[in-house]
């Protein structure tokens, strides 16, 4: 199965936000836009921002894997740690960037 790795980018700052995995990169830009994380992330903090701003994150296809998209999706987390907002890990159960979201911390107000 082939699956993308995609940016999520800061329109105004022109930095990698977000790193994703999909096999259907444009349904899952949509998901990103239409469904806010149920968590008061630092991600879904950001993308608020830009709607208010009337803009979206622009989104950019950096690789096709027809295998090891989860070795390749950690190696765009990786090289992107210190501008993403990512709280999954490509590797099951982690976190991308350990005590990025410490448990028991709550950001911003909704």
């Known amino acids: 199965m082939t699956e993308y790795i995609y940016y999520l980018i800061c329109p105004i700052e022109k930095t990698v936000k977000y790193v994703g995995k999909s096999q259907n990169p444009k349904a899952r830009y949509k998901q990103h836009i239409s469904k806010l994380d149920r968590l008061n ?37 990786d090289k992107n740690k210190n501008t993403i907002l990512n709280i999954h890990n490509p590797k099951k159960g982690e976190k991308s960037i350990p005590n990025r979201y410490p448990k028991n911390t709550v950001y911003g107000k909704v």
Do not use: S
């Open 41 to 77: 992330t630092q991600k879904k903090q950001w993308l608020l921002n830009l709607f208010a701003k009337k803009l979206l994150p622009e989104i950019i296809i950096v690789e096709k894997c027809l295998e090891n998209g989860r070795e390749r999706e950690q190696f765009h987390v």
